[in-house]
């Protein structure tokens, strides 16, 4: 089984700021079969970008989604104040990154 | 609108049984595989198992394999997540979720989420 690490653990950043997550895979994940998602407190997931570059829809252009093989990467060009939630990452139909919370500086 | 609509929280002794539903509206039911998620307190998602129901084709995470029976009513758009004996690790928020293309594809839309607590 592919395990899924995501870094770092929390990011303290301000509105405007840049976000960069990772997502490190073990094992090289199959044609970008990587989807990452956001949840907010008390709400479930939502789905932000499939095919590891692709956006859901309804998502904002200030979510963009990179990588390949085993090393992929979630950036949030300038944060919002609705942007402050934990992201997890996902292969496809399997495990899920530990999450990486994003927080207000 | 694409719904997922999951059933209320349940508070449950160790050792009893439960089955909790998910039903689907607004898109055609038996055209998406269902998959469920848990969140433990305070813990990230953990991928357990996803169910076709126009066929009940079924997959499990090995972690959820023979704990937990993933099953499907297509005449009624419900799919459902079930225990035969609880335990106390159990208590978790239960999350469906319709699959985007196969039976390995990105989770588009979820369900509200199904708090279930197992406590003596």
């Known amino acids: ?105 | 609108e694409v719904q997922l609509v999951q059933s209320g929280a349940e508070v449950k002794k160790p050792g009893e049984s439960l089955k909790i539903s998910c039903r689907g509206s607004g898109y055609s039911f038996t055209s998406f595989w269902i998959g469920w998620v848990r969140q433990m307190p305070g813990k990230g998602l953990e991928w357990m198992g996803i169910i076709h129901p126009s066929d009940s084709d079924t997959r499990y995470s090995p972690s959820f394999q023979g704990q937990v029976t993933i099953s499907a009513d297509k005449s009624i758009s419900t799919a459902y997540l079930q225990w035969n004996s609880l335990q106390a690790s159990d208590s978790a928020m239960y999350y469906c979720a319709r699959s985007l293309g196969t039976s390995s594809s990105a989770l588009d839309y979820w369900g509200q989420g199904t708090l279930v607590t197992v406590s003596s």
């Open chain 1, 1 to 105: 089984e592919i395990v899924l690490t995501q870094s770092p653990g929390t990011l303290s950043l301000s509105p405007g700021e840049r976000a960069t997550l990772s997502c490190r895979a073990s094992q090289s994940v199959n044609s970008g079969y990587l989807a990452w998602y956001q949840q907010k407190p008390g709400q479930a997931p939502r789905l932000l970008m499939y095919g590891a570059s692709s956006r859901a829809t309804g998502i904002p252009d200030r979510f963009s989604g990179s990588g390949s093989g085993t090393d992929f990467t979630l950036t949030i060009s300038r944060l919002e104040p609705e942007d402050f939630a934990v992201y997890y990452c996902q292969q496809y139909g399997t495990s899920f990154g530990g999450g990486t919370k994003v927080e207000i500086k």
